[in-house]
């Protein structure tokens, strides 16, 4: 469930590409972004959506994005919704620690190839561990798209798997943050 912040987190990378655009440019994440967590648990699968992710992305770009020197995004626990009252306060109680209620992302570093490999820095329930995942990014007319899938193993980040039904329900300690962040080009806002 923090992982789906996570990649808010996580991803949280939104970047847009101009055609013929080579200088460094700040993208903003646009409001058809979406952002969403996976997972399991002994009773059945489960999804929660993330609403209202926010952030950005520096970029260097022409007809494709040709590096990145910075980008962070944030999610408010509270932004997490999980289409169920008694799931969203699990989550809110597992992820909400009192002094961080949001969770956040910053790149470190990024290695753009056929895919963009994506570094940096995950905060969650007050810890803060590195991720490595791969994002791809795709221009079409005048928006940039950028997708992925975080796995997240929530006990790194010292949270304690949900559970509810005295026990019974048990959620699994992975869970995936899945991301489509749009973001318009500069020149065609």
Excluded: Y
């Amino acid at each position: 469930m923090k992982t789906l912040l996570l990649f808010l987190l996580a991803f949280g990378l939104s970047a847009s590409t101009a055609t013929a655009q080579t200088d460094s440019v700040k993208l903003t994440f646009s409001p058809d972004s979406k952002m969403w967590v996976t997972g399991t648990s002994t009773v059945h699968d489960w999804k929660c959506d993330v609403k209202d992710v926010t952030g950005s992305v520096t970029a260097s770009v022409s007809d494709a994005v040709t590096s990145i020197s910075a980008g962070t995004f944030s999610v408010p626990v509270e932004n997490i919704d999980c289409d169920s009252r008694t799931m969203n306060k699990k989550v809110n109680e597992a992820l909400n620690d009192k002094n961080t209620p949001t969770i956040s992302f910053t790149i470190e570093s990024t290695t753009i190839g056929d895919q963009i490999d994506v570094t940096g820095v995950l905060t969650l329930a007050g810890a803060t561990k590195q991720l490595v995942f791969p994002v791809t990014a795709v221009h079409t007319g005048n928006t940039v798209t950028f997708a992925g899938e975080v796995p997240v193993v929530m006990s790194d980040f010292n949270v304690d798997p949900p559970t509810a039904m005295l026990g019974t329900l048990k959620t699994g300690d992975e869970v995936k943050v899945h991301f489509e962040i749009v973001t318009n080009i500069p020149d065609a806002q």
